[in-house]
């Protein structure tokens, strides 16, 4: 590590109780606490099992002597390649959003703080097993998977580089029609494009492939492969048609095209929270990004 001591920062969940109970934005949130109400009864004990999680990374950074940095989970805010390592504490979700401020640079490592409520794909470790694999990240000495992030553009420019999970593109309404050119370019140059009706469509790295790519007919794709996926959603066929391109993989050099026909469409990047505006006649291009994303501790996930 640099100068002999790591520096580590943690990146930590806003729980949903700290938000509408803690912090007192919610009356409605604590009557239904306050009644018992089945809507929320687990709400409290995830709560306690992320803050002892949390305190929990804390010792042992301490322990072990890191220089260490914290912050709430938040999108929009860079991350220093200065850092040795970057843990999250939390689940799928703030790893996701941490991801989008790494570079290819420093590894992540994910610390999964409710694991019977939250999803941990990509984490690589829940509480009782944070000290042994903080102790082998920082020796240098736990294995990991570099993976294959996304890059988006929308009439050439660049949204973002460093989708790792999925893209959804689709209209703002779940109850309207998506209507689109979808247009598909191998490596060698050739490719195939038609007009589609569907509720969307879904479009990720290997990384992704198990979560709603997979939920919706997709293939699961090893963590290592360099190739993405694309799966219409829902597409709508009148009696005796078919779409020849419902859902595909494209090889390194290839590249997915969505041309909207609505005049209001959005995309939405690895989760509902980050998403861009679209427009009738817009161009969305998506293709491997150069820069991957080092997370540790997911060997389990190879097949």
Not at 18 to 45: H, I, N, Q, Y
Not at 57 to 63: D, G, I, S
Not at 65 to 81: C, E
Not at 142 to 153: F, P
Request: proline share 5%.
């Amino acid at each position: 590590m640099k100068n002999g001591r790591a520096r580590v920062l943690v990146v930590v969940k806003r729980t949903f109780y700290e938000r509408e109970v803690l912090e007192g934005k919610s009356a409605l949130t604590k009557k239904l606490l306050k009644d018992g109400d089945p809507v929320v009864r687990k709400m409290l004990g995830t709560h306690r099992s992320h803050v002892a999680t949390f305190e929990e990374v804390m010792r042992v950074l301490k322990k072990l002597g890191a220089s260490t940095f914290v912050r709430k989970s938040r999108r929009g805010t860079p991350i220093p390649s200065s850092f040795d390592l970057v843990i999250t504490v939390g689940g799928d979700g703030t790893l996701l959003s941490a991801s989008h401020q790494i570079g290819a640079d420093v590894p992540l490592l994910g610390v999964n703080s409710a694991p019977d409520s939250s999803v941990g794909f990509f984490c690589a470790a829940s509480k009782d097993g944070a000290e042994d694999a903080i102790g082998l990240a920082l020796r240098g000495k736990l294995a990991g998977q570099t993976l294959q992030r996304m890059r988006v553009t929308r009439n050439g420019k660049t949204l973002s580089n460093r989708v790792l999970n999925e893209a959804l593109f689709c209209h703002p309404s779940p109850a309207a029609t998506s209507r689109y050119i979808l247009r598909v370019l191998g490596h060698d140059g050739d490719h195939d494009e038609e007009e589609q009706r569907s509720s969307g469509i879904w479009m990720g790295p290997a990384a992704g492939s198990t979560a709603a790519l997979r939920s919706a007919g997709g293939k699961v794709l090893p963590l290592r492969s360099s190739k993405i996926q694309y799966v219409v959603r829902e597409p709508y066929r009148p009696r005796g048609q078919h779409f020849r391109l419902q859902r595909g993989l494209v090889r390194p050099g290839g590249r997915i095209e969505v041309r909207s026909k609505m005049r209001a469409a959005r995309l939405f990047l690895d989760g509902h929270e980050t998403f861009f505006e679209v427009g009738l006649g817009d161009l969305l291009v998506l293709e491997n990004a150069a820069e991957p994303l080092h997370v540790l501790g997911m060997t389990r996930h190879t097949p």
